[in-house]
Every structure is written in structure tokens, then in C-alpha cells.
């Protein structure tokens, strides 16, 4: 028998929205029909000291078109140094990257090459900001050939 002194149990919260609950930010986002997720806070200021990490999968043979709304605001900085969103082509940290945001002009449209995104959203200790809110849907991949 393992002695698990002072273990607790870890529940896990299963919802189909994507949310996680609070305290919690970023997740695996796994929706059919795709879907919305934000910033801890929106549309209210971020809390500093944060990392999110958002992974979308869409289902087999489908790409991901990511919109992120005008209501937008990041910390700015040069290269985004500071507080940034950063998305990558492909399900984790080292994917290729598609770009690094900030400021106050939203991201633009952004179309994935396969069926994952990987987004990190970071917010260091100062000048917190309102965030971002975030929306996708799924798209047959573009060389996909269908026999009838």
C-alpha cells in the first residue's frame, strides 16, 4: 500500500465550453462546431503574472480560422516583449510560430495549416490591459481531394 500522506484529490471539471473554471486559464479546446475563449478577466483587465496556453484541434482533415474581436487591447512593447499573445502552427511550444501581438490593433485573421493552433497568452507583473476575446470555426483543409 502507498502511503499518500497529505495527498488531495484533483477534480477535474468537465464542461464543453472550453471555460476552465476560475483560477484556471487556458485549455485544450476539442469543440465540433468551434467556438470563443478570452482572456482571464475580459472585458475586464487581465491579472498580471499570467500564462495561458490555448491548444484548438479541430476534427481530422480540417483547418482552424481564428478571429480575434476589435475589442482588443495587450500591453504594447517593442517586439512584444512584455504581455503578448503568440500563435503557432501546430499543437505545441515549438510549432512554427505565426506571430507575436500586442498593442491595441487586434491580430489579424488567422488560418491554421492543420488541425491545431497553439496560443500563448502572457501577462507580466505591470500595465495590465483589457485582453482579448477570441473566436474559431473549422474549414475542410484546402488539398483535401473528395471522391464521390
Known amino acids: 500500500m502507498l502511503g499518500l500522506s497529505g495527498a488531495t484529490k484533483k477534480e477535474t471539471v468537465k464542461n464543453n465550453s472550453g471555460v476552465q473554471p476560475a483560477g484556471q486559464c487556458g485549455t485544450w479546446v476539442k469543440e465540433p462546431e468551434g467556438g470563443l475563449f478570452t482572456s482571464p478577466n475580459y472585458p475586464n483587465k487581465y491579472p ?3 500564462e495561458c496556453i490555448y491548444i484548438i484541434e479541430a476534427p481530422p482533415r480540417q483547418c482552424i480560422d481564428l ?4 475589442k482588443y487591447s495587450i500591453e504594447p512593447s517593442w517586439e512584444c516583449k512584455f504581455d503578448h499573445i503568440e500563435v503557432r502552427d501546430g499543437p505545441f511550444g515549438f ?3 505565426i506571430g507575436r501581438y500586442c498593442g491595441q490593433q487586434n491580430p489579424p485573421y488567422i488560418r491554421s495549416s492543420g488541425r491545431y493552433l497553439w496560443i500563448k497568452f502572457v501577462a507580466d507583473g505591470e500595465l495590465e490591459a483589457m485582453g ?3 473566436s ?3 474549414t475542410a483543409e484546402k488539398n483535401i481531394t473528395v471522391f464521390n
Open 48 to 50: 498580471p503574472e499570467r
Open 132 to 134: 482579448f476575446s477570441a
Open 67 to 70: 478571429f480575434f474581436d476589435e
Open 136 to 138: 474559431y470555426n473549422f
Open 95 to 97: 510549432s512554427p510560430i
